[in-house]
């Protein structure tokens, strides 16, 4: 797990485009994602000097692993408080961001405790798949297990930039014994790292004495332009007016009563990803209890996947488990989607599979015989499936079939399970900031593809992993849209936000849910896990390992369980009637007056009529 502080950088242009409150212009691929403001330091930093660790420049680093993904050489600098940086190009993807790094052992002892301050400048060159260059620049023992003092991504811009990185050592290390890297293996890009310093100041300054980068985004300050226009789209769009009329059993009007208006469910979807066992298994009360308070909607986060249900992950993957965790959610009024039915390369699909890639016709077979089988097992049962996941780096299947076979996919799976609405599904959309990337050209090539040659797809799933790559909601709204004019519906289906600074992803995520809930196409956000206990990232939106509340957790429950719910009460008039502006979704409403009292449900959807309720 990542210690110390992490977070990131940006171009100046983008941070004073930000202070003034103005949009940024249409991006360059390599512009970054969100601005950085640098923290105030104290008075002591720049009184005492530290033990510099890398005497000899970035040029001291040396690349290691797959070094031929890479290509390194020098470049002459101006204007900065250097002269000569790294470039990287990475001309090739790695599974692992450690496949590829730059490293440097360091020569000098380190205490634990000490107290260290790196100062990074980034750079990116246009031209490749994600919007900005990214790195992780990590402090660990040289050998397993690979203890770490620190690990902290980074996004590069267009221009230079200084990122500030300060921490404290985690354990003690011999001279040699650690290093320090900078992580390379992620997509191809061209990255620039130069001025590259880590001071140790031993005990001599605290943490607080240092200079820190502090990472934001644009459109985070309370009077932005965006919050009054998606406060007027969620009342017109999101919202209806309820109206009551209460009568005697003789029909005449009921003045004076006292209504109230519970609302019971909310339209639009709100969920997450669960672990099935988790929910059928018993104990974990606090996982069951919080997943039934605070969704509507779950998915799976594994239990439906191909490779475990092959047997590739050992016991306790079956259709069966899962099965039983969609009557767990039934019987807790929570709907399921389905994730995910072909994941279409090697390292997604089950092991045996790749016995069949010399014989495409029973490949092809292969893949629409489990389409067909499992989306047969759930049938009726799911809301949503995601048939196809993450075309843009996984691609083995269609590499060997043909493009054309995803379209069949989807007709595979109409064919089996008749009411499941189908998605495809794909990340690197809303994350890494604006503009135009491959993989976002890519997403949309696809689905007019898929549309093109009649594939029945229902919607699009978009999945938000944010990182250090905020994306201000300005720029999510317009990376919306893009994939809105397909006409079809659009899920957030994956939302996290791996950042350490709590009170920022607080933020963002409120501000990143009040925009998606804003947009006319998307009908619901699915976060990826609530609970640090069980999570990809140990990074969870909600809830801590000990299920403390994160700030992030605060602000969903004051955002989706208060301020986005109808929950008022009031006095019918001298016509019996009483109204009210409410979101859509089912609600119990409950009337009485002078002894006499009625409880009813009542379904507030667009067009609803007034709802006659006669007491007794
Ligand atoms: C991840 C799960 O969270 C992990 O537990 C698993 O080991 C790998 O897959 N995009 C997707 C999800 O579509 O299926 C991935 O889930 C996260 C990224």
Redesign the pocket.
């Known amino acids: 797990m990542r210690l110390g502080l992490r977070a990131l950088a940006l171009t100046s242009l983008v941070t004073c485009l930000a202070c003034s409150g103005q949009r940024a212009p249409t991006p360059s691929p390599a512009s970054a994602p969100s601005p950085v403001a640098v923290g105030a330091p104290t008075g002591k930093y720049g009184e005492v000097k530290g033990v510099e660790l890398v005497p000899g420049g970035v040029a001291s680093f040396e690349l290691q692993g797959k070094v031929e993904r890479a290509a390194l050489s020098q470049v002459t600098v101006e204007s900065q408080p250097f002269e000569r940086a790294l470039r990287l190009e990475i001309k090739e993807r790695s599974g692992n961001p450690w496949d590829v790094q730059l490293r440097l052992p360091v020569a000098r002892a380190v205490q634990a405790g000490d107290v260290l301050l790196a100062t990074i400048y980034l750079k990116a060159e246009p031209g490749h798949g994600d919007a900005a260059a990214r790195t992780e620049f990590v402090m660990e023992l040289g050998r397993e297990p690979w203890s770490k003092s620190v690990s902290y991504p980074m996004r590069a811009g267009a221009e230079w930039q200084k990122v500030h990185v300060r921490y404290t050592a985690q354990r003690s290390y011999a001279p040699g014994e650690a290093q320090l890297l900078f992580r390379l293996g992620y997509e191809p890009q061209t990255l620039l790292i130069g001025g590259v310093s880590v001071e140790n100041f031993g005990q001599k300054l605290a943490l607080s004495d240092l200079p820190t980068t502090k990472l934001s985004y644009p459109g985070m300050q309370a009077d932005a332009a965006w919050r009054s226009a998606a406060a007027a789209r969620i009342d017109q769009l999101r919202k209806q007016d309820l109206a009551v009329l209460v009568q005697d059993r003789n029909g005449n009007a009921v003045a004076g009563a006292d209504v109230v208006v519970h609302q019971t469910k909310q339209a639009f979807g709100f969920g997450s990803?669960v672990v099935a066992q988790k929910l059928t298994r018993p104990g974990n009360e606090q996982y069951k209890q919080l997943t039934a308070e605070l969704f509507n909607t779950a998915v799976f986060?594994?239990n439906l996947?191909w490779q475990p249900l092959a047997g590739d992950w050992g016991e306790g993957w079956t259709v069966d488990v899962a099965l039983k965790g969609v009557d767990w959610l039934a019987q807790h009024g929570i709907q399921a989607r389905g994730?995910?039915l072909v994941?279409p390369s090697w390292k997604n699909l089950p092991r045996a599979l790749k016995g069949l890639e010399k014989d495409p016709a029973k490949l092809r077979a292969a893949v629409n015989a489990h389409i067909t089988e499992l989306a047969g097992a759930t049938r009726g049962k799911l809301v949503h499936w995601d048939v196809l996941?993450?075309p843009f780096d996984n691609h083995d299947l269609m590499d060997l079939l043909g493009e054309d076979v995803m379209v069949e996919w989807f007709r595979a799976a109409r064919g089996a399970d008749p009411s499941a609405k189908l998605f495809i599904?794909d990340?690197a959309i809303l994350a890494g900031g604006p503009g135009t990337t491959p993989h976002r050209d890519n997403y949309e090539r696809v689905i007019q593809l898929l549309l093109d040659k009649g594939a029945p797809l229902d919607a699009i799933g978009i999945?938000g992993?944010f990182d250090a790559g905020l994306t201000g909601p300005e720029d999510v709204l317009e990376l919306l849209d893009r994939y809105a004019k397909f006409g079809k519906p659009i899920w957030i289906t994956?939302y996290d936000v791996d950042i350490d600074d709590e009170a920022l992803a607080a933020k963002f995520t409120r501000d990143f849910y009040t925009a998606a809930f804003s947009h006319p196409a998307v009908q619901g956000i699915i976060m990826?896990?609530f609970w640090d206990g069980a999570h990809?990232h140990r990074n969870a939106p909600l809830y801590r390992e000990d299920w403390s509340l994160k700030p992030a957790g605060q602000a969903y429950r004051d955002l989706v369980l208060r301020e986005l719910r109808t929950d008022v009460s009031g006095k019918t008039d001298a016509r019996g009637a009483y109204k009210t502006r409410a979101f859509l979704g089912s609600y119990a409403l409950t009337v009485s007056v002078a002894g006499a009292r009625k409880t009813v449900p009542l379904e507030l959807a667009n067009g609803s009529k007034p709802a006659v309720i006669k007491l007794d």
């Open positions: 990803a986060e594994n996947k994730h995910v994941w996941n993450e599904n990340y999945q992993h994956e990826w896990g990809w």
